[in-house]
């Protein structure tokens, strides 16, 4: 992706349509004159900003949005007369007075949204009766009977109090985004201040702005985490209006302006295996041999800290010194016998108390001017330098529910910018708890924390899965079998959790009873140490059968990884989450514009977890097209529901016809090189394209388009693929040489074919 277009847009002419002249009105905001300016915001999205007179930057300060220029208002108005009207870019829009109204529509006439600016600071907006999706990652009210909620994936029909805060159940931690998207083919997010949404009438939803509180004991709870108060504006309202009757050009337009994700190390799209209960560094390495010894594969091991567990890798929290008592010999040395194992290492680390780490601010390393105070991200980073010299890969950053936005924000750019400055041309990578859109600019990666183990949680963990992916980073995640054991917690639990995961970007086991997150766990007579107050049954152990079933889902995620890795490149290049509602390629498909239990990986494959215990039989919902079952190669026409029968090992998916899939062999962790060639399978029934990517997975080379972009085209009535390198794109072609051998499905041809970076063609008409 880059800023041509974008860049375009913002000096494009503005072409005033109608004006009708009327005795002129003041603009004002909370009781005071204001200024309400417009700007071009991506190929088809308005800046809309209310601000009093007396508010003196042009705009206000946020760490959500990319630092850019964005130029002087194309409108900009003190006064209003009657109704005036514009048209920006693709995008037709009037500004109405008595209630100040910004009315935007397309140039084909379709209208997109309808926002009241009202007296008290509120905006109400147009809601009709499709979907609703997006605020960020969360699900019901803090206090609420999470058995008895409704699992809702459409964000209609509730008051959203949009409070950031841990969160155990069947949701999780809550990660709230005021980023809307209608599935009728809008979106609106607000930049500042932070607001509540309520979306409990039919007909219109409000966003509601917080009032600074009289003093600072009286700040309301659900403001905690926010701008601190002193930094609330009264009138100050700054959003954004989207057209999204394209979702492909919303994702990319919302990626404009909150950044372009970065794309990440190799091996974080492999297996991670979190420890809890640490017995000594023997221990740790005689588990990376077990997944060995078991060919189960594995890119990285992740050690909690000590007072989250008894005995974790540090001294008790927060602290960055390593236990002693865990660490026989030098913790460098036994790192490097990690490493010699081909596995990452990964530790947890907690953000000082509100008292030692107030407000982060600044860069790694500073830039000019920047305060070195308390605050400063440089101050709390340098504690992570011993660590990084001793060999460490990433860190689990947990908690930091009680930090505000720009905190949040800026201790993901800390992990990335200090990783950086410390390895120099090494990929950072970090997994967080809290986020905000804006944080996959700086790697982004989260997971939805600490839930209970139970069926229903599996459930809702779709819908905050593909929520999370509209409307904060494409990078999510859950903990495999849930964080909080129960007697709910059984084989079968943990083997339907894990096919899910294997097909969401973070691919991770933990939890508590942490012997039960291992694949060959449910087989052991033990269940190891009991870290909860309910734990499963013991009489559920002894069952082989689940390390089975899980080296089958984790060895087709290794063999998916160059289809799993030009995903990430998607989310870099065009804003294209990973795990994608069925919306994101069906807009005018209203009834999977609604379907939270199902989703696309990438454009081609559909997946469709298993979610109720005992299932046999699976009803799911394919989209128009063909459709073509992976397990059995058996087509079924889309635009309806079918039925599929399984059994434990089968989670049913889906390949749509056209779709073009690449195989690579099974890696035991990701930069294993392996001698047989890549597998292309290619579903018939329609013409098909896939742009595959590479890159050496490891540096920051890809930033000077060190990478290749190779298109395979599939023309269905020639029955032919082409191979050849793909237009630049800002990638410079760099040498992917391969054997791939191609698999036509369901005709069962095959041909086998090196490509050396130059067009061939291969013929499957006789």
Request: aromatic residues 10%; charged residues 25%.
């Amino acid at each position: 992706m880059n800023c041509t277009n974008f860049c375009a847009l913002l000096v494009a002419p503005l072409l005033v349509l109608v004006s009708t002249p009327t005795p002129a009105e003041t603009v004002t905001a909370a009781g005071k004159p204001a200024q309400l300016d417009i700007r071009p915001a991506g190929s088809h999205g308005l800046r809309v900003t209310l601000k009093p007179l007396d508010y003196v930057p042009e705009l206000p300060d946020t760490p959500a949005l990319t630092e850019r220029e964005w130029g002087k208002a194309a409108i900009s108005l003190r006064e209003i007369d009657g109704v005036r009207s514009w048209r920006i870019g693709h995008l037709y829009l009037t500004v109405s007075d008595n209630p100040l109204t910004v009315d935007v529509s397309t140039r084909e006439g379709r209208s997109v949204q309808n926002v009241v600016l009202h007296e008290n600071g509120n905006a109400s907006f147009r809601l009709d009766d499709q979907p609703v999706l997006g605020l960020g990652e969360g699900g019901p009210p803090m206090g609420a009977d999470w058995r008895d909620e409704p699992l809702s994936y459409d964000r209609r029909g509730r008051l959203h109090e949009m409070a950031p805060r841990w969160q155990q159940q069947a949701y999780g931690s809550r990660n709230p985004v005021p980023m809307l998207i209608g599935t009728s083919g809008w979106a609106l997010y607000v930049n500042f201040p932070w607001v509540q949404v309520d979306l409990r009438d039919e007909r219109r939803g409000i966003f509601i702005l917080w009032e600074a509180p009289e003093s600072e004991d009286a700040e309301p709870e659900a403001l905690q985490g926010r701008p601190l108060p002193d930094s609330l504006v009264p009138g100050l309202l700054d959003f954004f209006i989207f057209d999204a009757g394209d979702p492909a050009v919303l994702m990319n337009d919302v990626a404009q302006i909150a950044g372009s994700a970065v794309m990440p190390p190799k091996w974080s799209l492999g297996y991670m295996q979190s420890h809890r209960l640490l017995q000594n560094d023997d221990q740790m390495l005689e588990i990376v041999d077990t997944f060995r010894e078991k060919k189960i594969p594995i890119d990285a091991v992740i050690y909690l800290g000590t007072g989250f567990t008894e005995r974790g890798w540090n001294t008790e929290q927060p602290s960055y010194t390593f236990n002693p008592e865990v660490f026989t010999r030098e913790p460098a040395e036994v790192i490097e016998d990690l490493h010699e194992r081909d596995v990452k290492v990964v530790l947890h680390v907690v953000p000082p108390s509100e008292e030692l780490m107030p407000r982060l601010h600044g860069n790694v390393p500073p830039r000019a001017g920047e305060t070195l105070d308390p605050g400063h991200v440089l101050t709390h980073w340098r504690d992570h330098l011993p660590l990084l010299e001793a060999g460490v890969d990433g860190f689990w950053v947990d908690e930091g529910d009680r930090l505000d936005l720009h905190s949040r924000i800026n201790r993901h750019k800390m992990y990335y910018q200090g990783q950086i400055a410390a390895q120099g041309n090494v990929r950072p990578w970090s997994l967080h708890r809290n986020g905000h859109l804006g944080i996959a600019r700086w790697g982004g990666w989260m997971w939805s924390g600490d839930t209970d183990a139970a069926w229903r949680t599996l459930e809702a963990q779709i819908r905050v899965g593909l929520n999370h992916s509209l409307s904060l980073s494409p990078y999510w995640g859950s903990d495999i079998g849930g964080f909080y054991p129960n007697e709910e917690l059984t084989g079968e639990l943990y083997v339907r959790w894990f096919q899910f995961a294997a097909f969401t970007p973070s691919f991770r086991g933990h939890g508590k009873t942490w012997w039960t997150r291992l694949p060959w766990g449910w087989g052991l007579d033990e269940m190891g140490p009991e870290e909860h107050r309910t734990n499963p049954l013991v009489s559920e152990l002894k069952n082989p059968a689940i390390e089975v079933i899980a080296r089958k889902y984790a060895e087709l995620r290794y063999r998916l990884l160059p289809y799993n890795y030009s995903l990430a490149w998607q989310a870099r290049d065009s804003g294209m989450p990973l795990m994608r509602a069925l919306w994101l390629h069906y807009p005018e498909d209203r009834r999977a514009a609604g379907i939270g239990s199902e989703y696309l990986w990438g454009r081609d494959l559909l997946i469709a977890p298993v979610t109720t215990k005992g299932t046999r039989a699976r009803d799911l919902y394919l989209p128009q097209g063909d459709w073509y079952d992976w397990w059995t190669n058996q087509k079924h026409a889309g635009g309806a529901t079918i039925t599929r029968v399984v059994d434990l090992e089968t989670m049913p998916i889906f390949a749509r016809a056209g779709a073009i899939i690449p195989l690579d062999p099974v890696r035991q962790f990701a930069s294993q090189r392996v001698r047989a060639p890549t597998v292309v399978k290619v579903f018939r029934g329609s013409d098909g394209k896939f742009l595959l990517y590479n890159d050496d997975g490891e540096t920051l080379g890809y930033l000077d388009g060190e990478a290749a972009l190779t298109r395979l085209t599939w023309d269905d009535s020639a029955a032919t693929l082409t191979i050849e390198p793909a237009p630049t794109r800002g990638v410079n072609h760099w040498p992917d040489r391969r054997r791939f051998r191609i698999e036509i499905i369901p005709d069962g041809k095959a041909r086998a074919v090196t490509y050396i970076g130059r067009r061939v063609t291969v013929d499957f008409s006789d």
